[in-house]
């Protein structure tokens, strides 16, 4: 498992490493480590170290002195290292010693155009704010950092890239689009959170011996194959389908009758015994996937079911989706509320439920929810997230570039899912997921799990199908049993 702290957290645990170490051990072992990777990264680009142009862009932080300190390790190496500083009287005077001892030089960029002052670089390292930073970019580090993107040199991001906010992701102006951030200690939230995923590139963790000292509980967790694989449920000698779990799906209109097809089609392959169909559309669906078990409705009198899967497809016609979805969350069993079940949906309703609700919104559902613009969910999906668990008191999973899963418990972990593809930016997918995930908590598995397992398989999916050309969204179902092995180490 990844795991991510916000920068209170990660400043409290460097004070007490630091009390324990002599000075400078902590920026020493971080320096060491970001010039490693500097290091590998213009053996890549030109075979060795020595002759490579480095230009270090340096701002009044720390983080200018961890730059300062990986620059002089790298003159040291005969690289020919300059440093632009952007607040001359306050850049960290003794890592500016260091560099200027191992041979580097000053090129302030006050007399030269911002593109002179990288021309010819093989790699810019990009020490203007770490942890420390707030609001965007400042105006005279903009055209020095849209400069080194020009010129072709790689973008190294000392910690994080300057301009993003730490905490939550989010972006406030203009920030450095790296090719690499080399971060210390610990991944910060927007590492992973985009839009500020998006700048940071590639991401390296250094390890400067924080990890003992960080509390239990990270701010964000991101899950890897194994965790999943603890995860999926797999019958025993005595199962049977009842006991593997049965899933109801209220999905599809006689305007959408696809969504039911493809909401079924995602809850075959979630690991639940037996699907119930309720909706207009049990014809296509038995057409498709004869094994389904299809009634007319409504939900209540279908038969038990372990859990229900309730909006894809239902329709925005007044007086459709609303009763569907009421008569499912009356039930005793867990919920998931996707797409148009989640139009109008009442936070007292949901809070007022015995079982759980799990709601799975893209921004612009989140945002409708909330009553804010889209915009401002795709700005601060980690605020939109934790905000929509907290009202509903439900587990929410928040789709998109980055889906993020979230309970109603503040304190407990966010998790962050790693598979996700822009290939599943394709109509249809998100009712394969209302499916699988729905499937999943038929058989048992707590809301958070069954919300992070579907996302993870579903990214995975999508990933193995596509291979770098579009897929379509029964191709992402399709891959689903070869994501479920994948997972579990099997061929
Ligand atoms: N602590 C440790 O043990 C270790 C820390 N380490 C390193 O230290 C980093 C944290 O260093 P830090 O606390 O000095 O803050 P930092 O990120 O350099 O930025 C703050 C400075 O920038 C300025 N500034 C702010 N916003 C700005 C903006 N938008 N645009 C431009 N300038 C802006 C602000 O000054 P202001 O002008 O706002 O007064 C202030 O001077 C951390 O990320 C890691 O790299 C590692 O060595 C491992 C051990
Ligand atoms: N840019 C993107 N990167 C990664 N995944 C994405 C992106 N855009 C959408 N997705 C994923 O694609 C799916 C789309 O679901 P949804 O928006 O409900 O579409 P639909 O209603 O057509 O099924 C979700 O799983 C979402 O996380
Ligand atoms: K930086």
Redesign the pocket.
């Known amino acids: 498992m990844r795991t991510a702290y916000r920068v209170e957290t990660v ?1 409290n645990a ?2 007490e ?2 009390a324990r170490l002599p000075e400078g051990t ?2 020493r ?3 060491a480590g970001l010039a490693a990777t500097c290091a590998g990264l213009l053996r890549d680009r030109r075979g060795r170290v020595s002759g490579a142009r480095v230009v270090l862009l340096v ?8 730059a300062l300190y990986a620059g002089a390790l790298l003159a040291g190496r005969s690289a020919r290292v300059s440093v632009v500083r ?2 001359p009287a ?1 850049t960290h005077a003794a890592g500016l010693a260091a560099l200027l001892d191992a041979g580097g030089r000053i090129a302030d960029a006050t007399d030269t155009p911002a593109d002179a002052v990288v021309a010819g670089a093989d790699l810019v390292l990009d ?12 105006p005279e ?1 903009v055209p020095l950092v849209r400069a080194a993107r020009a010129s072709g040199a790689v973008v190294v991001a ?3 890239p ?2 993003v906010t730490a905490d939550s992701g989010e972006v406030a102006g203009e920030a450095v689009r790296a090719d690499v951030t080399v971060t ?2 610990t991944y910060k939230p927007g590492l992973l959170i985009d839009p500020a995923r998006e700048h940071a590139g590639v991401l390296r963790l250094v390890d ?1 011996g924080l990890g003992p000292l960080l509390p239990p509980v990270p701010d964000l967790e991101v899950l890897q194959h194994a965790d999943v694989a603890r995860l999926l449920p797999e019958p025993a000698g005595e199962s049977d389908k009842y006991r593997r779990g049965v899933i109801g799906i209220v999905a599809g209109s006689a305007r959408y009758p696809g969504a039911a097809v493809l909401a079924v089609a995602g809850a075959l392959r979630g690991g639940a015994g037996a699907v119930r169909y309720v909706g207009p559309g049990g014809d296509a669906v038995i057409a498709r996937f004869p094994e389904t078990l299809v009634h007319e409705g409504p939900p209540s009198k279908a038969g038990r079911v372990q859990a229900w899967a309730v909006g894809p497809g239902l329709g925005d016609e007044p007086g459709t989706a609303e009763p569907l979805a009421s008569d499912v969350l009356a039930s005793d069993v867990p919920v998931l509320v996707d797409a148009d079940g989640l139009r109008l949906l009442d936070a007292a309703t949901v809070r007022a439920r015995s079982a759980p609700t799990l709601l799975t919104p893209h921004a612009g559902e989140a945002a409708a929810l909330l009553g804010v613009p889209r915009e401002e969910v795709e700005a601060g999906r980690l605020a939109a997230v934790r905000e929509l668990a907290s009202r509903y008191g439900a587990t929410v999973l928040l789709k998109g570039s980055t889906t993020l899963i979230a309970t109603p418990d503040p304190t407990a972990p966010v998790r962050v899912n790693p598979t996700g593809t822009p290939w599943l930016a394709t109509a249809g997918s998100g009712d394969i997921l209302s499916g699988l995930a729905g499937s999943l908590l038929a058989t048992g598995l707590p809301t958070h799990d069954a919300a992070a397992a579907a996302a993870y398989l579903h990214g995975l999916a999508a990933r193995l199908k596509s291979r770098g050309a579009p897929v379509s969204a029964l191709d992402v179902a399709d891959g689903l049993p070869a994501a479920w092995r994948n997972v579990r180490g099997e061929a």
Request: charge should be positive; avoid cysteine; hydrophobic fraction near 40%.
């Open positions: 400043r460097e004070r490493l630091m902590l920026m072992r971080a320096a701002g009044s932080g720390d983080n200018g002195g961890d952007l607040a306050r020490g203007i704010t770490g942890i420390g930073g707030h609001g965007g970019l400042r580090a000392v910690d994080l300057s301009g210390f200690g400067i």
